[in-house]
């Protein structure tokens, strides 16, 4: 089973292994080749992502058997009002292909790395409060982002935060189930590679 995820930007490239690992104890009979497809910035939109969504599922020696789209909702532009909004626009601009699969982090990435927020506090050498509320109700308007940069500022550890170096830091070690529980869009994208492998869903 090889599945490609289109992604934005080197945070979530940052996400790769750490995927891999979690899904490792879930698959370990059925692992499936998970490709990265990275964008700088946002994926494509309209029928450009028609377009390398059908490639990928039919070009080359290996074409993909799935590919998964995972976008921000929060891109800088007004394109999405929420997540299911986000996944329906791209299941329209793709049109009816049954191996596509649409998710998006509400309302961007940094809603998964909340959940970690002692983790947080300890590499960037401070201790606010976290957001209050679940990580993905996290204020749009405000992006998610911003609250784990200004614990950066403010902190000890005299690094800005640097979102593909600091992600791999937070991430590194920990159990994905434990952002999944707080982040219903987050166990929609694990579930659904979990379910193309075969395995048990969280």
């Known amino acids: 089973m090889k599945i490609t995820i ?3 930007g080197r945070t979530e490239i940052a996400f790769k292994p750490h995927l891999r690992a979690f899904l490792e104890t879930k698959l370990t009979d059925h692992m499936p080749r998970l490709d990265f497809y ?3 910035g946002r994926i494509p ?7 390398i969504v059908t490639k990928l599922l039919s070009a080359g020696r290996a074409p993909s058997d799935a590919v998964i789209a995972l976008t921000d909702v929060y891109t800088g532009t007004n394109d999405f009002m929420h997540a299911a909004d986000a996944k329906a626009k791209m299941r329209e601009w793709v049109g009816n292909i049954n ?3 649409p998710h998006a982090a509400q309302y961007d990435f940094e809603a998964w790395l909340l959940p970690y927020w002692e983790d947080i ?3 960037a050498g401070h201790n606010p409060n976290a957001p209050p509320g ?3 109700r996290v204020n749009h308007h405000h992006p998610l982002s911003y609250h784990i940069r200004e614990i950066f500022r403010v902190g000890r550890c005299r690094d800005d935060y640097s979102k593909p170096r600091d992600a791999n830091r937070i991430l590194r070690g920990q159990d994905l189930s434990i952002a999944a529980r707080q982040c219903p869009e987050l166990r929609a994208f694990l ?3 979990i379910t193309l492998s075969g395995g048990i869903l969280l």
């Open 121 to 123: 506090q300890r590499i």
């Open 191 to 193: 579930n659904t590679i």
């Open 134 to 136: 679940l990580p993905e």
């Open 38 to 40: 990275p964008y700088d």
């Open 45 to 51: 939109t309209q029928e450009k992502l028609q377009r």
């Open 6 to 8: 289109l992604v934005e």
């Open 99 to 101: 191996r596509f699969y």
